[in-house]
């Protein structure tokens, strides 16, 4: 069992910054593929990043590439999103979620843990 819980968000000004955080409890986030993904209003929940258990090797979606950097502290059991140069159109509800070692994908399903979400709205 992996409990997630993330922090970070708020109000930003386009073309600001912000860096979202996500704690797990347990004693096995280091064999846990990570993952963020966001919902904004009215709209499909959406992959934005995703991480190895190791921190080896990251992905993005296109629509976040060059401005967000997923990291991860495995002694520290957290995973960030660093999200740089905002749009109002990444305005969104982001949840990080957990997904066994060696899963992990674009997909929704393939997560077995989500957290509840921290709030993100981008300023025009």
Same mark, same amino acid.
């Given at each position: 069992?992996? &409990?997630?819980? *993330?922090?970070?968000?708020?109000?930003?000004?386009?073309?600001?910054?912000?860096?979202?955080?996500?704690?797990?409890?347990?004693?096995?986030?280091?064999?846990?593929?990570?993952?963020?993904? &966001?919902?904004?209003?009215? =709209? *499909?929940? *959406?992959?934005?990043?995703?991480?190895?258990?190791?921190?080896?090797?990251?992905?993005?979606?296109?629509?976040?590439?060059? &401005?967000?950097?997923?990291?991860?502290?495995?002694?520290?059991?957290?995973?960030?999103?660093?999200?740089?140069?905002? =749009?109002? *159109?990444?305005?969104?509800?982001y949840y990080c979620a957990a997904a066994p070692k060696g899963g992990g994908s674009?997909?929704?399903?393939?997560?077995?843990?989500?957290?509840?979400?921290?709030?993100?709205?981008?300023?025009?």
């Open positions: 069992q992996v &409990r997630l819980v *993330e922090s970070g968000g708020g109000l930003v000004q386009a073309g600001g910054s912000l860096r979202l955080s996500c704690a797990a409890s347990g004693r096995t986030f280091s064999t846990y593929a990570m993952g963020w993904f &966001r919902q904004a209003p009215g =709209k *499909e929940r *959406e992959f934005v990043a995703r991480i190895s258990w190791s921190g080896g090797a990251t992905y993005y979606a296109d629509s976040v590439k060059g &401005r967000f950097t997923i990291s991860r502290d495995n002694a520290k059991n957290t995973v960030y999103l660093q999200m740089n140069s905002l =749009k109002p *159109e990444g305005t969104a509800v674009s997909f929704r399903r393939s997560y077995d843990y989500w957290g509840q979400g921290t709030q993100v709205t981008v300023s025009s």
